[in-house]
């Protein structure tokens, strides 16, 4: 199985901070790739898909980059709404797995 | 507006069986792979199992395969999943998630249910 590794697993940050969360492959998956925002007991939510498409509906201060085993997710102004767990996920191959979710906190 | 509402999950005991259904509207749902996707509590996202659009295509996590049965009717717009042999390994909130794309497999998880909890204990 292909391992997703995100970092950090945390972190603090304050309203219109730039915050920048990475989240590399074990093996190269192209643009196989996928953002996900989770809010506590919601289901997820799919923000980025093919490592930098905008979901339809979701504000364009997130963003998305990367390809083969290196993927950034960026929030240019972190906002209220953003506090959230995020996770990455591979879709290159079955099974398609899931890295272990970053949480942002307010600061 | 797509939806997707999640049922079955409760109490079941360890060895025990358990159906999950997914009940799907507003997309043409035999056009769509669909995804059962669980979180254990407090824990992260573990993909479970998905199928095609017409059901033909089934894919498994070695965690389930063999146990797990997942299956859809597509003339109820329904997808369900049989759990057989539970244990307290799959104790997790079960989310039903619609795949972005027509083909097999598809991973892109566009849409999602609210989740229902499968706990397994004695």
């Known amino acids: 199985d292909i391992q997703m590794t995100q970092s950090p697993s945390s972190l603090s940050a304050s309203v219109g901070d730039r915050v920048t969360i990475t989240c590399r492959a074990s093996q190269s998956i192209s643009n196989y790739f996928n953002w996900y925002q989770q809010k506590p007991g919601k289901a997820p939510n799919l923000l980025i898909y093919?490592?930098?498409t905008l979901q339809s509906g979701v504000p364009s201060r997130f963003s998305g980059s990367g390809s083969g085993t290196d993927f950034t997710l960026t929030i240019s102004s972190l906002q209220p709404d953003d506090f959230a767990t995020y996770y990455c996920q591979q879709s290159y191959t079955t099974p398609p797995t899931f890295g272990g979710g970053t949480k942002v906190e307010i600061k | 507006e797509v939806q997707l509402l999640e049922s079955g999950g409760g109490l079941v005991q360890p060895g025990g069986s358990l159906r999950l259904s997914c009940a799907a509207s507003?997309?043409?749902?035999?056009?769509?792979?669909m995804n059962w996707v669980r979180q254990a509590p407090g824990k992260g996202l573990e993909w479970v199992s998905g199928l095609s659009g017409s059901g033909g295509a089934t894919y498994y996590a070695d965690s389930v395969r063999g146990r797990f049965t997942i299956s859809r009717d597509n003339s109820k717009n329904t997808l369900y999943l049989q759990m057989n042999s539970l244990s307290a390994e799959d104790t997790a909130v079960y989310y039903c998630a619609k795949g972005q794309c027509s083909g097999t497999p598809c991973y892109n998880l566009d849409s999602w249910g609210q989740g229902t909890l499968v706990t397994v204990s004695s």
């Open positions: 093919a490592a930098s």
């Open positions: 507003g997309f043409r749902f035999s056009n769509y792979a």
